[in-house]
DNA sequence: CTGAAAGCGCTTACAG
DNA sequence: CTGAAAGCGCTTACAG
C-alpha cells in the first residue's frame, strides 16, 4: 500500500524553483510579466512535481466554482414514473451536457430527480440547466431566490418574460411533417399525446392542431397516460383504429408511443405504410429499428445540449448572448410513411 | 432586475447575534459547548438571514469537496457506440447513484463519456464510481495514481487483487434460468452474446457454459456485433433458428437482443413459447413490455448503486465494510418462458 | 461557555 | 520582472 504523499501545493513549486507563489501563480496562468527563463523552471517544475491547482482553493478565492448542476425531470426513481419517455433523449442530452460543461472547463453535477427544495438550496453551483420544467416549476424558484442563474431546455410556459430557455421550433416540424405526410394521401390525422405538463407537450398539440388545419387535414388528439408507456399507445391506438372513421396517419409524441401504434397496426393486420402511415415526434433507435423504421422528427439532443450550456456560461461570464435559441427541428423520412409512387414528400 | 446581495457569511451571522464566528460555528455544527440559548440565537439569526455555509470554504478547510464522480463507459457520445445497449440500466443506476450520493451528503459528478485521461487528473474529487469499466481500464490507472479511491460496478477483471467493486452473482442467475428453460423443456439453448469486453459478458459466457452442462443442455454461444443492436440481434438469431439443428431457447445477454430474437421468431411463424424460449440477461421495460413478456434476470442497478456508493464513503470515511460486495441476480419469470402444463420452474 | 488566531491553497492588487 | 501580504469563508486547536 503507498502512502499517500500529500499532494504538492504552490507552495512546494515555489520553492523548489526558487521564487515566490506569485511568481508560480503568473508563470503558470500566463498573468503579470514573468521572465520567460523563469516562466519555464517554474513549469518544469510543477511538471515534475505532478503539480495540479487545488480547485477549491481557487474556487474560495474567485467565488465560482465552476460547476453547473443538471436537474432532469424525474426519471427511473420509481417504475411507475415516466422513465422510459424518451429515455434515449434523456440520456443524450445528459452525456453531451456533461461534455460540453468540460469542454468550457466546467464540472457537471448531477443533482438526484428526488432532491427536496431544501437540498437544492444547499448545493454549490455557478448556475444549472433544467431539462423539461414542469409548468411552474418550484426548482426554478429556489434558483431565483439563490440568484442562481439558469436556462432551461423547453420553457416552462408559467414564466413567459424569462428568456433564458432553448427550445425545438416545433411549428416549423409539424409544419413540414403534416405537410409531407398530407402529400402521402393523409386525411384524418391521430395525434397519440401524453397527459404530461411539461412545455414540449402542450405545445405540440397545439402546433398539431393548427397546422392539420392549415394543411386540410382533419385532425383528433388522443391523451395516453405516459403509464404504462408503450401499452397504454397501444391500446388507445387500438381503440382509435377500430372506430368509425379510423385515422390514416397516427402522429406520437415519444417513441414508445411509436412503436407501440405499430403493433395495434400489425394486429390488425394493417400495413404500414400502405393503410396507416405512422409517424414519432422523437427520433431514437427506437423508431429508427422498427420495422419498418420509423419517420420523426428529430430533437437532437446534442444541439440543444450545446446551446444551452453555452448560454448558461456566456451569463455566467456576463458576456452577451442570444436568448432565447430556437432549434431546428428537422423532420427524418424514412418507410413508415412512404408509399411508393407517391410524391415523396419534402424533407430537409 | 434584483441586485444581488452578497450572500451572508459566517462573519455576518456572528455580527447581527453578537458573538464570534467560533460560536456561530459551534452552535450551527453541535461541536464543543455552547449555551443553549446563545446557540438558539445564533441559529435564528442564520435563519433569518438566510445563511448557508459556504461548501467550498469548508472543502478548503477540511481538504474533502465531499464529490464523488461517476464514469460511465462511452454512451450516447455517437451514435455508432454502445449508447443503446441496456441504456435502461445506465440511466437508473446513474439516477439511483446520485439519489444516494446526496442522501450521503456527496455531490456527484457526471464525468464526460469522452473524457481524456489528462482531463481526469484536472477533476476535483474524493472518490470515483466505474460503471463497466473496460478490461484493464486506463481510468483506473489514473485515479489509483492520484490515490483517489474508487469503486467499481462489476470488476475490472485485470485486477484481480482490488477487492473495491460490487458484481453480479452471475453464476447464481443463470443456474436458476438454465434450470428452468431445462425444466421447460429446452434442450439445446442458444446465447446471444456481444463482442464486448466488460466482466459482465466475459462471465455471461463462461456461467453459460458451465451451468448448461450442469443441467445437461446442449450451449452454443454466437457473438453479435453491439452495433446495430437489435438488427444484429434479429440476423444472427434468425440464421440460428434456420440452421439443421436450431436452438429450442435462446438466452440474450441484453434486452435489446432479446427483442430482436423476438422478431426473428415472429418472422418464422414460430411461437414463444411454443416453439422457443426466449429470455434476458438485463430486465428492462423493453422485455417486460414485450409480446409476451419476456423472463429476465434483474441486474437491480438500485441496488448495485446503494452498495458501490455506500462502499466508497465507508471508504473515505475510514470505516470498515465489506468488499468486495456479490449481489443477487433474481429469476424473473414471465410468459416467453411458461409453457402450459409444465413444471414452472423453481424461481425465487 | 466563549473568542482570538492560525491556516487550508490559491489569486491579485500593490510595492519595489 | 519579482515578491510580501491580504483575503476568499470556513474549522479547530488553544487560551481564557
Chains 1, 2 share one sequence.
Not at 46 to 64: D, E, F, H, K, V
Not at 128 to 141: E, S, T, W, Y
Request: one cysteine or more; hydrophobic letters at 45%; a neutral charge.
Amino acid at each position: 500500500v503507498a502512502v499517500p504523499r500529500p499532494r504538492p501545493t504552490i507552495t512546494d513549486v515555489a520553492a523548489v524553483a526558487g521564487v515566490s507563489v506569485t511568481t508560480v501563480s503568473h508563470a503558470l496562468n500566463n498573468k503579470g510579466r514573468v521572465d520567460s527563463e523563469t516562466r519555464a523552471r517554474v513549469t518544469a517544475v510543477a511538471q515534475r512535481l505532478g503539480y495540479r491547482p487545488n480547485a477549491t482553493a481557487r474556487s474560495l478565492r474567485s467565488g465560482r466554482s465552476a460547476i453547473i448542476s443538471l436537474l432532469l425531470p424525474p426519471l427511473g426513481a420509481a417504475r411507475r414514473s415516466n422513465e422510459a419517455l424518451a429515455l434515449d433523449f434523456y440520456m443524450r442530452i445528459t452525456t453531451a451536457i456533461a461534455s460540453v460543461a468540460h469542454a468550457h472547463s466546467h464540472g457537471l453535477l448531477l443533482l438526484a430527480p428526488i432532491q427536496t427544495l431544501q437540498e437544492l438550496r444547499a448545493v454549490t453551483m455557478d448556475g444549472a440547466v433544467i431539462v423539461d420544467p414542469n409548468d411552474a416549476d418550484p426548482r426554478l424558484d429556489v434558483l431565483s431566490d439563490l440568484v442562481i442563474p439558469f436556462v432551461t431546455v423547453e420553457r416552462d410556459l408559467s414564466r413567459p418574460v424569462s428568456p433564458w430557455h432553448v427550445s425545438l421550433d416545433i411549428d416549423g416540424g409539424f409544419d413540414h411533417l403534416l405537410e409531407h405526410l398530407r402529400a402521402q394521401g393523409a386525411r384524418r390525422v391521430c395525434l397519440l399525446s401524453s397527459d404530461a405538463s411539461w412545455a414540449y407537450a402542450v405545445r405540440a398539440v397545439e402546433a398539431f392542431v393548427t397546422l392539420a388545419a392549415k394543411h386540410s387535414l382533419d385532425a383528433r388528439i388522443i391523451r395516453v397516460p405516459v403509464i404504462p408507456l408503450e401499452g397504454a399507445a397501444h391500446d388507445a391506438a387500438g381503440s382509435a383504429l377500430d372506430s368509425a372513421e379510423p385515422p390514416d396517419a397516427m402522429v406520437a409524441l415519444t417513441d414508445r408511443f411509436a412503436t407501440g401504434v405499430m403493433h395495434a397496426a400489425r394486429e390488425r393486420g394493417l400495413d404500414v405504410p400502405g393503410d396507416l402511415l405512422v409517424a414519432s415526434g422523437c427520433d431514437t433507435f427506437h423508431v429508427r429499428e422498427a420495422r419498418p423504421p420509423i419517420t420523426a422528427l428529430d430533437m437532437q439532443p446534442e444541439l440543444a445540449a450545446k446551446a444551452a450550456v453555452e448560454m448558461l456560461i456566456a451569463r455566467l461570464e456576463g458576456r452577451e448572448v442570444d436568448a432565447p435559441r430556437m432549434l431546428d427541428y428537422p423532420l427524418v423520412l424514412r418507410d413508415s410513411t412512404r408509399r411508393a409512387g407517391s410524391d415523396p414528400g419534402r424533407a430537409r
